[in-house]
């Protein structure tokens, strides 16, 4: 049981937006009392809400959410709030607003009251000041409504007896704690903000479509909501008023709200609030976006494949169409090279018929139509050809001139290039045209992403073919522009620069910024697992390109990332990265 000793007697709301609601919500189900200030009538709705869907989902029984529901007292009068010992301001991240909300309570509250912010972009210590009572004022940031971490922000002037009740706070309404200093942004709105706003600017230019960046970073980083989803929980005025302040404080014009987000916000398209933002919540179900219509898969032509490379993702892929009943040709270097990789695939589909998702007269289906050789000519007849070798423009260049000559006319010749230019290696064929990027998730036969990627040259009859191929095979094709990065590597690669940027300031702990990450905004990785899984050389390489791309400075790659790839520190593969594992 938490010991509320430290808040005996009620805890004080002033906003009962998006984030003031979800700390009622979990004070009032922890057993605190609740007085919340609070002048819109659909308030006490809003935290009703939020206690029928704990009923729902069989948090708290119904009984328990009437009783947690009598705890809160709304009041119209800034004195009312004098009896709590915390109080937390929950107002929108506007300076004026928050300054007037906490010179209010100054006011009213006795002076051992620990006056708490919820700012996660705005000055702690130009609140703290402007306050009066700048050793009582401690933040206390949510990244999100279902955050399961705290960000406790502390300045230089805060009382360690104020620090204190805070931390005993946060951990009654069971969030775990990570401590930071005044910094724009934080550990999460520095890092979540500008990649939500490179997700507005991305629909916005047309790289790709609303569904497809949201599909993109669903089933490519697993990310239980794609960014424009998130935007609309967040909501779009919310999330205007943060990234104008980032902008400001750290001298980002880059940080500036994509046009589209303002306008947005400016017409009361808020979001889940106001009933529609990127997606329309106005049919029945409000709480999940409506999904766009697909229209039904045609019957793909492709029925012979060839892929050039013996790596893990030439063999995954290759597994990936051997199963879905193409005939499949592998090419390496050599024959051994050629049959190690059919060796490897025979070793993926024996342990899935181990663990019950493959049946025996599958994997040996599968492995009957998988053919391993060293001769490129064996790919003459393919109706497609899939490169899938080292990452390096130069290489794949030639070997596209080759297959240019070599494969017969209309076939789709397909490179699963990440970020390198697919109308390059087109150019390069000599039949532009036909040339597609197929980029495949790494384990491929376990990953549903392809990003679909034509070039200005392909033809729309490859386009279709390629998205119907990628359905028939059980995956979910997404379909963006020819550029550097594409949807999931141009989004990922800049935050996850950013997160290495702040832990060699010294600002945070690559284990906190990865508890924030996964506690407080639902990533199933931290940045620093993630790109340990990745690999440091493959993530410095591709954040070159991105730079190379841009040559925006915020893009250059961190330096620490470049000195531990240096010092042989490749992240999982080689031991050791951010972390060292196998010791």
Avoid at 181 to 206: C, H, K
Avoid at 230 to 241: I, K, N, R
Avoid at 275 to 297: E, I, K, T
Avoid at 310 to 330: Q, R
Wanted: glycine letters at 10%; proline letters at 5%; a neutral charge.
């Amino acid at each position: 049981m938490t010991d509320h000793t430290r808040h005996s007697g009620p805890l004080g709301i002033v906003g009962l937006g998006t984030i003031g609601s979800a700390l009622a919500h979990r004070a009032v189900l922890a057993g605190l009392d609740v007085l919340a200030l609070e002048p819109r009538p659909e308030a006490h709705t809003r935290l009703r809400a939020l206690l029928d869907t704990s009923v729902a989902d069989g948090t708290v029984t119904r009984q328990e959410a009437a009783d947690a529901h009598a705890r809160v007292r709304l009041v119209d009068r800034w004195e009312e709030l004098a009896g709590a010992r915390t109080v937390v301001e929950a107002v929108p991240e506007r300076r004026d607003a928050k300054v007037e909300v906490l010179r209010e309570l100054a006011r009213v509250c006795p002076l051992d009251t620990v006056l708490v912010t919820s700012a996660g972009a705005l000055s702690l210590t130009d609140l703290a000041a402007a306050s009066g009572r700048p050793g009582r004022l401690v933040g206390l940031h949510l990244a999100l409504p279902t955050s399961g971490v705290a960000e406790i922000g502390r300045t230089v002037m805060a009382d360690t007896s104020a620090l204190d009740r805070v931390h005993d706070l946060a951990g009654a309404l069971g969030l775990r704690q990570v401590t930071v200093g005044d910094r724009a942004g934080l550990i999460s709105a520095s890092l979540l903000f500008g990649f939500l706003n490179q997700s507005v600017t991305m629909y916005e230019q047309r790289v790709a479509e609303r569904d497809d960046i949201d599909a993109a970073m669903r089933y490519g980083c697993g990310l239980p909501l794609g960014p424009l989803q998130l935007l609309d929980l967040v909501g779009t005025d919310t999330a205007c008023d943060i990234l104008d302040v980032l902008a400001a404080r750290l001298d980002e014009p880059a940080l500036q709200p994509a046009r589209r987000l303002r306008h947005m916000a400016l017409a009361g398209l808020l979001g889940r609030k106001s009933g529609r933002g990127f997606y329309d919540y106005r049919a029945p179900s409000s709480h999940s976006a409506a999904p766009a219509a697909r229209p039904a898969p045609a019957t793909s032509p492709i029925t012979t494949v060839g892929i050039v490379g013996t790596g893990t993702m030439a063999t995954g892929i290759a597994e990936v169409f051997a199963k879905g009943g193409c005939a499949t040709v592998l090419v390496g270097r050599t024959d051994e090279r050629a049959k190690s990789a059919w060796e490897s695939v025979a070793g993926s589909t024996g342990r899935a018929v181990r663990r019950g998702k493959l049946a025996e007269a599958e994997r040996d289906a599968a492995l009957e139509l998988l053919t391993p050789g060293s001769d490129l000519t064996r790919l003459a007849d393919c109706d497609l050809v899939i490169e899938a070798i080292a990452e390096d423009l130069d290489v794949k260049k030639r070997l596209f001139a080759k297959l240019g000559v070599l494969c017969r006319p209309g076939a789709l010749l397909a490179t699963t290039t990440s970020s390198l230019p697919v109308i390059e290696c087109g150019l390069a064929s000599g039949r532009p045209e036909d040339v597609i990027g197929m980029h495949f998730f790494n384990p491929a036969p376990l990953m549903r992403l392809v990003e679909v990627v034509p070039s200005l040259e392909t033809s729309p009859h490859h386009v279709r073919t390629a998205r119907e191929l990628c359905e028939r095979l059980g995956k979910h094709p997404v379909q963006c522009m020819d550029r550097p990065g594409f949807i999931v590597n141009a989004l990922l690669f800049p935050y996850l620069n950013g997160a290495v940027r702040l832990t060699e300031s010294h600002y945070a702990t690559a284990d906190d910024i990865d508890d924030v990450m996964k506690l407080g905004c639902g990533y199933p990785l931290g940045p620093f697992e993630l790109l340990d899984v990745i690999g440091l050389d493959i993530s410095l390489s591709i954040q070159r390109v991105l730079h190379d791309a841009d040559r925006h400075p915020g893009s250059v790659p961190a330096p620490l990332l470049g000195h531990l790839v240096a010092a042989g520190r490749a992240g999982r593969k080689s031991g050791a990265g951010f972390r060292v594992y196998g010791g």
